[in-house]
């Protein structure tokens, strides 16, 4: 099984999934990315599914249960690159991925993650 790698930016995470999402890949990036929060003292977690093709409803729960995660450990998260053909199935599986902020890129997803953490001392 391959690992999602998490990137260090700053006091930023980036998590760019380069690979076909099974139900472990994503409990196994759950903890990973649990763990890196708290040993860099994150602030903030983007997650780029850019090359993400499909989701099922396990992983768009795990999305937004990772997002609730991360905000637990005092790290914003947004996710970046949504395909409309995935933004379809999620809403279609009915999932609305409540409290999970998006963004188009990766740019925007940062300007937002940027915005969000001013706001908020």
């Given at each position: 099984m391959q690992r999602?790698?998490?990137l260090k930016l700053g006091d930023v995470l980036i998590v760019s999934i380069q690979i076909d999402l099974e139900d472990q890949s994503v409990l196994v990036l759950q903890e990973d990315l649990a763990d890196a929060v708290v040993a860099?003292?994150?602030?903030?977690?983007?997650?780029?599914i850019?090359?993400?093709?499909?989701?099922?409803?396990?992983?768009g729960r795990m999305l937004a249960t990772i997002a609730a995660m991360c905000r637990m450990l005092d790290?914003?998260?947004v996710v970046v690159?949504?395909?409309p053909a995935?933004?379809?199935t999620l809403?279609?599986?009915g999932l609305s991925l409540g409290g999970v902020r998006t963004a188009l890129n990766l740019e925007k997803g940062v300007a937002l993650l940027d915005h969000?953490?001013?706001a908020t001392p």
């Open positions: 999602v790698p998490i860099h003292g994150a602030r903030g977690v983007i997650i780029d850019t090359a993400v093709e499909i989701v099922d409803s396990f992983i790290a914003q998260t690159g949504m395909r995935v933004a379809i809403v279609e599986l969000i953490r001013g």
